[in-house]
Nanobody, 122 residues
Framework: QVEVSESGGGLVQAGESLRLSCTAS????????MGWWRQAPGKGREWVATVGDGGYSEYASFVNGRFNIHMDPELSTMYLQMNDLESEDSAHYYC????????????????WGQGILVSVSA
């Protein structure tokens, strides 16, 4: 079983920055990808960014160069640096970890964090 813990949320003003962290712990062979999703009040959950253990990263179009995601595989930790935040970025942010487990025939599974709140005032 894998547990996911998130930190770094809070209240900031528009134009300021926040750094979110996500750490996976428990029993797994390795992490394939780590990513962030978000959900604003009254809206569905939407994907924000993903980083792979090989170093690749990808972002939703609304990020528009403002965020940077990277992962430290040895610490099983991912960071999302969010700059130039806008009020539209206000949401609960959820970390998703895709990991491999097993002993011979590895299987893949996902684990989610509880979510952290990011509030951006205009």
């Amino acid at each position: 079983q894998v547990e996911v813990s998130e930190s770094g949320g809070g209240l900031v003003q528009a134009g300021e920055s926040l750094r979110l962290s996500c750490t996976a712990s428990g029993t797994f062979v390795r992490i394939s990808t780590m990513g962030w999703w978000r959900q604003a009040p009254g809206k569905g959950r939407e994907w924000v960014a993903t980083v792979g253990d090989g170093g690749y990263s990808e972002y939703a179009s609304f990020v528009n160069g403002r965020f940077n995601i990277h992962m430290d595989p040895e610490l099983s930790t991912m960071y999302l640096q969010m700059n130039d935040l806008e009020s539209e970025d206000s949401a609960h942010y959820y970390c998703k970890v895709k990991y491999l487990y097993g002993q011979e025939n590895f299987a893949s599974s996902d684990a989610w964090g509880q979510g952290i709140l990011v509030s951006v005032s205009a």
